[in-house]
């Protein structure tokens, strides 16, 4: 009897420590994509390995860093201002050295601070400076991406 309560009483001690120390990662089944992405003003267009679907609800949102479109100053995911026409831009219109992103080879779209919009496009998600000139571009952006499929 002695023995049997020895047992018992040793063996909940040894099961909590043994479980304490053990890490349970649970998946569930969620339609979301959710990911952490370092974009380098020197590399292009880089490919955040994020697949969307037309009707997807996509959210980039720069979360730090810093980068330049050359030797000097440095800017967040609104650029340097500037001329928003300068032939130096891969997007028209748009503040140089801004945040842009575009889906495989559709027209890009600007980020900048944060983004958020239905997707009316199917492929991948690509993130990049708009600078046409990299050969001088230093620095990098994180950004959250987040993607909600209905």
Not at 2 to 23: A, D, E, G, N, V
Not at 40 to 69: H, M, N, Q
Not at 111 to 140: C, F, K, P, T, W
């Amino acid at each position: 009897m002695r023995l049997k309560y020895l047992k018992q009483s040793f063996l909940l001690p040894l099961l909590i420590l043994l479980t304490s120390s053990c890490t349970f990662i649970i998946e569930l089944d969620s339609p979301n994509n959710y990911e952490m992405v370092s974009v380098e003003a020197a590399d292009g267009w880089i490919d955040t390995g994020i697949i969307v679907e037309a009707g997807d609800l996509l959210t980039i949102e720069y979360v730090s860093g810093e980068w330049s479109p050359w030797p000097g100053g440095f800017y967040d995911a609104i650029g340097s201002g500037g001329d928003p026409r300068c032939r130096c831009n891969v997007m028209d219109g748009v503040s140089h050295a801004a945040l842009i992103g575009r889906i495989e080879e559709n027209q890009p779209f600007l980020v900048g601070m944060e983004y958020q919009h239905r997707v009316g496009d199917v492929g991948r998600l690509y993130l990049g400076i708009n600078d046409v000139d990299l050969y001088d571009n230093s620095g990098a952006l994180e950004v959250e991406i987040v993607v909600v499929r209905d």
